[in-house]
């Protein structure tokens, strides 16, 4: 089975601290996504990469970067936390065969709380 | 951009059927999917379907796909305590953006004892 490992369950930190969260995935994926999800407002993307050093903007990408320096991992960064970006946070990957069918695999989230 | 519809909530009594609903715009859609999130966990996927189908069965689940009116179901048959989820419709276009998924806001499943 694919597994897509987040690397805190849960985060605490304080307005303007930079943070990193951390995901991996161990299945050699070429696509790697990262979402935030809120009630009421489902999944939005940030970010994705769809190769090791590429990166594209998803639908909301103000205020995060990220970094592909392995396949096998992808970072979020918040370069200074605001109290907006409390959220559930979900890291993805699918295999980039370049079938349209492509299934994402999700990793079990991390629930980050900036006070 | 693409939209995916679905209502936010939905209440059922266990052993009856569930029928969560969804709509979505993007005309050349190809795959579409029904992710089940348990709560504090990650998504996962449950059935997909191609969209030249109508109908994809798959035990208790059956996806009813109306590509001209771009409505998609999932029927959850005798439903069960452990199906208490949110369910997120999703759906792959086949043009430049198709890395990606348009998700829905997802439906919260309860189900009442």
């Known amino acids: 089975d694919v597994k897509v490992t987040q690397s805190s369950r849960y985060l605490v930190k304080r307005t303007g601290e930079k943070v990193f969260l951390e995901c991996v995935q161990d299945?050699?994926?070429?696509?790697m996504f990262w979402y935030r999800q809120d009630p009421g407002l489902g999944l939005r993307l940030i970010y994705f990469?769809?190769?090791?050093?590429?990166?594209e903007k998803g639908d909301i990408p103000e205020g995060y970067s990220v970094s592909r320096e392995k396949k096998e991992r992808f970072s979020l960064i918040l370069e200074s936390a605001s109290t907006n970006q409390t959220s559930m946070y979900l890291c993805a990957s699918s295999s980039g065969s370049r079938t349209l069918n492509e299934k994402l695999f999700f990793g079990s989230g991390t629930q980050l709380s900036v006070l | 951009g693409e939209d995916v519809e679905q209502s936010l909530f939905l209440s059922v009594r266990e052993g009856d059927s569930s029928v969560i609903n969804c709509t979505y715009t993007?005309?050349?859609?190809?795959?579409l999917y029904w992710y089940k999130q348990e709560p504090g966990a990650g998504l996962q996927l449950l059935t997909y379907?191609?969209?030249?189908?109508d109908m994809k069965q798959d035990q208790r689940l059956t996806v009813l796909l109306n590509k001209k009116d771009k409505h998609l179901s999932l029927r959850i048959a005798d439903t069960q305590t452990g199906d208490s989820a949110i369910y997120f419709c999703?759906?792959?276009?086949?043009?430049?953006?198709?890395?990606?998924?348009?998700f829905g806001k997802g439906t919260k499943l309860s189900v009442i004892p």
């Open positions: 299945m050699d994926h070429e696509n």
């Open positions: 993007d005309s050349s859609s190809t795959y």
């Open positions: 379907i191609f969209s030249n189908m």
């Open positions: 999703a759906e792959r276009g086949s043009g430049a953006g198709s890395y990606q998924l348009t």
């Open positions: 990469s769809y190769d090791v050093k590429m990166k």
